[in-house]
């Protein structure tokens, strides 16, 4: 013993010192080795100075509680440390090394790997390369059986036969994220666990302490968020992102491929008439009739509404694809059956190529929806493959639709009045108004032109509307610089005869003596 020690008192017999089953070293206040017992001396190699430099001396007499430490560093025999002062102002300072049990060991372990893991665990359980050693009730109860049932098993009877090449590089490796695997119950039925493990080793064996818990829910919400994102809930077709994915793979195969872009010919007068729940039957049914046509070289979707995409692989020519619109719409002509009542019905289909008409997703579908509004606007019932003219009048009646908006705004449409006189009298005794639209850029548009685009997007309502406001309106005047009284017909759109206010709109409703004007079916 030394002098210093003798003057200090050591408050310890030596014989009991010595005895003692857990490590104890004296320092003093600087961190520095004053004495140790032999279990201390047994610790890092008998270099106890360096023991105390790596507990961090003067950190540990800070802390109240005590510490855990692996001995060695990482991956040894798991240590409660705790550093005390023997007396209040005394420069002698004790530090308590004693060794944790098994058991022990293992619920520090968890609180670690609690820590870590997002919400509580469920279960523990300690095993070695999956032979089971000990577990909680709960992790026993988790898969339905007693805790003796469960210490009989191992890892790989508790999860599915295709997670075992998973499992056994999982033994070989410490991942510091938990990890999913598919697990069976003891009635056999499946559930889905999330695993978080913490190796350490045991008596010349290396051990590990593993948090279990059932993530079933939690795996489920996740498959019905992917369902959702690339499936179509009520058709369970894939959507147009799953379905622009499969295009952009097929492109990368270099290969030959095709897109039909379809359209279920007067579904929306199906939808007003019959409601709407009849008309997502319809829309299931249509599904599963395309369905039969789905296999290896096809991957079929729903674009949304009434419409459906077709992806069509291995397709070294033009006639290879529209062999399969002929199928398609031949499959069409055999009625739909909901709920008893058959129900007739046809598709439009529009063909794009790759690589002749577009070299991405995008512009493949882009072109095939193009030739499928060109079949709609024909005749319906059939298919076009796209070609470089049907672009050009799509682009067109796009600037059409866009420019039209702004003619009503800015007043760039006009009335012309065509007199009629009477075969007898030689008199005017009727004018037709006629539209025109003077465009300020490029004249005088035909209403041949721009009437169908109106009907198209809905515009022809308030165009209508203008052209009975301004043919009364100018009616008004003539008769005010004094002309007589003349009838003013004006056109309408058929569409317009199914406004249910029409009526309302032909009414005298600005001024007394507004002239009613006289309305011309187009």
């Known amino acids: 013993m030394s002098d210093r020690l ?16 857990d490590a104890l070293i004296f320092v003093d206040g600087e961190g520095k080795l004053l004495r140790c017992n032999d279990k201390a001396g047994e610790l890092n190699d008998g270099d106890v100075q360096s023991l105390i430099n790596l507990l961090d001396f003067h950190q540990l007499k800070k802390e109240e509680l005590p510490k855990m430490v692996d001995l060695p560093p990482k991956g040894g025999q798991l240590y409660k440390v705790q550093c005390r002062q023997l007396k209040k102002n005394s420069p002698l300072f004790a530090i308590f090394l004693q060794p944790v049990s098994m058991l022990d060991q293992s619920y520090e372990v968890k609180k670690i790997l609690d820590q870590r893991l997002t919400v509580p665990s469920e279960g523990m359980v300690i095993h070695q390369e999956g032979k089971i050693i000990d577990c909680d009730d709960t992790l026993a109860h988790m898969f339905g059986y007693e805790k003796e049932e469960i210490m009989k ?10 997670e075992h090449e998973a499992l056994h590089r999982l033994f070989l490796s410490f991942p510091e994220q938990p990890y999913v695997l598919k697990a069976i119950k003891k009635d056999g039925s499946l559930f889905y666990i999330e695993v978080l493990a913490h190796p350490y080793p045991q008596e010349g064996r290396i051990l590990r302490v593993a948090i279990v818990r059932d993530i ?10 992917e369902f959702m994102s690339y499936y179509d809930e ?86 290879d694809a529209e062999s399969l619109a002929k199928k398609l719409i031949e499959a069409f002509r055999k009625p739909v059956v909901i709920d008893g009542y058959e129900l007739y019905t046809s598709v439009s289909i529009g063909i794009s190529l790759y690589p002749e008409h577009g070299k991405t997703a995008g512009d493949l579908i882009k072109q095939a929806d193009s030739a499928m509004y060109t079949v709609k606007d024909q005749h319906r019932n059939d298919y076009l493959c796209y070609n470089a003219s049907i672009s050009e009048e799509f682009e067109q009646m796009l600037s059409i639709d866009s420019e039209l ?32 639209w003077n465009h300020p850029e490029k004249g005088r548009i035909s209403p041949a032109t721009f009437i169908p685009v109106a009907e198209k997007n809905g515009q022809i309502f308030e165009i209508g509307d203008w ?14 610089e004094g002309y007589p009284a003349v009838i003013v017909g004006v056109n309408l759109s058929a569409l317009q005869f199914l406004q249910k206010d029409l009526g ?9 003596n507004r002239p009613r004007p006289h309305v011309f079916g187009a």
């Open 234 to 319: 009520l058709t369970d077709l894939p959507n147009r992102y799953y379905f622009m994915d499969m295009v952009k793979e097929a492109i990368e195969e270099k290969d030959g491929l095709a897109v039909h872009f379809i359209d279920l010919d007067y579904f929306k007068q199906i939808n007003d008439t019959l409601g709407y729940s009849f008309g997502d039957e319809l829309l299931k049914a249509c599904a599963q009739r395309l369905k039969l046509y789905q296999d290896a070289d096809t991957f079929i979707a729903r674009m949304g509404g009434d419409e459906f995409l077709v992806l069509q692989r291995h397709v070294s020519q033009q006639s």
């Open 504 to 512: 309302h709109s032909c009414k005298t409703d600005f001024r007394r």
């Open 6 to 21: 003798r003057e200090l008192a050591l408050p310890i017999d030596d014989w009991i010192f010595q005895q003692m089953n």
């Open 405 to 436: 908006r702004k003619a009503l705004k800015e007043n760039q449409l006009e009335l012309h009045y065509q007199p009629q006189k009477s075969i007898h009298t030689g008199k005017i005794v009727g004018l037709e108004a006629l539209i025109r």
């Open 467 to 480: 052209v009975i406001r301004e043919a009364c309106r100018q009616n008004k005047r003539w008769q005010e």
């Open 153 to 162: 098993q191992d890892a790989f009877t508790l999860t599915e036969e295709g």
């Open 216 to 225: 079933t829910e939690r795996v489920h919400n996740e498959k019905k968020i």
